[in-house]
């Protein structure tokens, strides 16, 4: 049964598909210090970027960076989660100077608690949260592609988390989602997301994915003195031969940026 969706199916949908339909050279600006230089460009906009990362590393931390970045400048973000509140994440951003209360607020960023089949019990346990729209998921992913179809037409850029699902689901599953997403990123653009963590599933499972997956960013971490130092390696990225393959990244209170930018400062 096919799901409607709070995100909203009008919007930019139109502007979306005149701007990017047919382009293949259209950026976005990442808004880390110094990382679009190292790149050579901004990011391809109608791409799929499956970010993975050790536990520690800040994956996360990159993506949301960049989400806000997005948000910003005048564009609209969906933030699926399945287990972690968006309370959680919106206190986290806030952390690393990324204040999102208001576009909450306003609907330009909206969250999607995507609930497996066998989490439904737990999360209708806890209080019910207003900022976010419950998506029950069922046996299948079904629910989740639709709500992502009238999602990224709608002109928003989107990122999900992959832990739960993949615990929750088949395989083929998680991959037929991927397609779809790509799919639906290169008929509407934006830039879309999807975040896995290394060390919580098999290797032959992430292996699988990542295989499914056009452009795919791996991130490793080394804690050294006051800073976590990460390693970004970009394995592949669709539209874009970047001039750096490999990028240190430094965190600190107010996000990340390259190394060379950290050293400089």
């Not at 997956?213 to 031969?241: C, G, H, P, Y």
Request: net charge negative; no cysteine; glycine share 6%.
């Amino acid at each position: 049964m096919r799901m409607a969706s709070v995100f909203g199916s009008e919007g930019r949908k139109e502007e979306y598909a005149q701007e990017f339909v047919g382009e293949q050279k259209v950026t976005t600006q990442t808004g880390i210090a110094g990382f679009d230089e190292a790149l050579g460009q901004g990011l391809p906009v109608g791409n799929l970027y499956l970010v993975s990362g050790q536990l520690g590393s800040s994956a996360n931390l990159f993506v949301q960076q960049i989400l806000y970045n997005n948000v910003i400048s005048k564009q609209k973000v969906a933030y699926y989660t399945s287990t972690v509140p968006s309370q959680d994440i919106i206190q986290d951003m806030k952390f690393s100077n990324m204040d999102i209360q208001k576009f909450v607020d306003d609907g330009t960023w909206v969250f999607g608690r995507a609930i497996p089949s066998d989490k439904v019990e737990i999360v209708n346990a806890l209080p019910e949260n207003p900022l976010e729209q419950k998506i029950d998921l069922g046996d299948t992913l079904a629910n989740l592609m639709n709500h992502l179809n009238e999602t990224i037409s709608d002109g928003r850029n989107t990122v999900i988390h992959l832990a739960d699902l993949i615990r929750s689901y088949p395989m083929s599953e998680i991959q037929n989602t991927i397609l779809y997403i790509e799919s639906f990123a290169r008929k509407y653009g934006g830039i879309h997301f999807v975040i896995l963590t290394e060390d919580a599933h098999e290797k032959n499972d992430i292996m699988g994915i990542k295989d499914s997956a056009d452009s795919v960013f791996e991130f490793t971490a080394n804690i050294r003195e006051e800073t976590i130092e990460n390693i970004l390696t970009i394995q592949k990225v669709r539209d874009m031969n970047p001039r750096k393959r490999i990028i240190r990244l430094s965190q600190r209170n107010n996000g990340l940026s390259t190394e060379t930018i950290r050293r400089i400062s």
